[in-house]
């Protein structure tokens, strides 16, 4: 059972465009949610992470929105550059971070000039 | 910086050989997991550790096993290897219930 659903799968996105990876869980116990982000040949690293007590979290040109209601968050890069290009993966977890994280399926992204 | 070291970035078995994948953390972290990464299944626990000679299950343990003897090492086993465990293994260290997890390269093994 896929707790975290990740879309899309795929993302091509021109420089300086705007980059918006979505994710939705259905563990209301889930109370926190990072984003990793993995360059080819590299094991992934956390980019940015949110806790449900605030709705936006911003870090530079990248910002985690976050949806308790509709249980949804999403990761948008601002003037995305072609050192972004990369795989992000979502996640969440329950008890702030407690337990094991539960990841989303990734989503390649490419910025092309 | 926290390094996580993978003992073999590359690693090509036979079926029904036994595979044992290493991972060293240098940071004295407490927890330390073992991830697969296959394309459109993302990332998928396999076993984790809280502290020395313990270990948990994770969502996918069948076909593996773990061996926790010194905090800063964690190795999967893999007793018989099949070519269904063909895929990409990835380590990660973490310092404490609150702390983020550090990844380490990954080894991509092939099951022949």
């Known amino acids: 059972q896929q707790q975290v659903k990740q879309s899309p799968q795929s993302l091509i996105v021109q420089k300086g465009g705007i980059s918006i990876i979505n994710c939705a869980y259905e563990?209301?116990?889930?109370?926190?949610f990072p984003w990793y982000q993995q360059f080819p040949g590299k094991g992934p690293a956390l980019l940015i992470a949110?806790?449900?007590?605030?709705s936006e979290k911003k870090e530079g040109r990248f910002t985690i929105s976050f949806n308790k209601s509709a249980k949804q968050f999403s990761l948008h890069i601002m003037d995305s550059q072609p050192g972004d290009s990369a795989t992000y993966f979502c996640?969440?977890?329950?008890?702030?971070?407690?337990?094991?994280?539960?990841f989303g399926t990734g989503t390649r992204l490419t910025i092309i000039p | 910086d926290v390094k996580v070291t993978q003992s073999s970035r590359y690693l090509v078995k036979r079926t029904g050989e036994k595979v044992f994948l290493e991972c060293v953390q240098d940071?004295?972290?407490?927890?330390m997991f073992w991830y697969r990464q296959d394309p459109g299944l993302g990332l998928r626990l396999i076993y984790f550790?809280?502290?020395?000679?313990?270990?948990e299950k994770g969502d996918i343990p069948e076909g593996y096993s773990v061996s926790r003897e010194k905090k800063e090492r964690f190795s999967l086993i893999l007793e018989s290897a099949s070519t269904n465990q063909t895929s990409m293994y990835l380590c990660?260290?973490?310092?404490?219930?609150?702390?983020?997890?550090?990844f380490g390269p990954g080894t991509r093994l092939t099951v022949l």
């Open positions: 990660a260290s973490r310092a404490d219930y609150y702390g983020p997890q550090f």
């Open positions: 563990n209301t116990a889930f109370d926190y």
């Open positions: 949110i806790r449900p007590d605030v």
């Open positions: 996640a969440a977890t329950p008890n702030f971070g407690n337990e094991k994280l539960t």
């Open positions: 940071m004295d972290h407490e927890n």
């Open positions: 550790s809280y502290d020395v000679k313990m270990k």
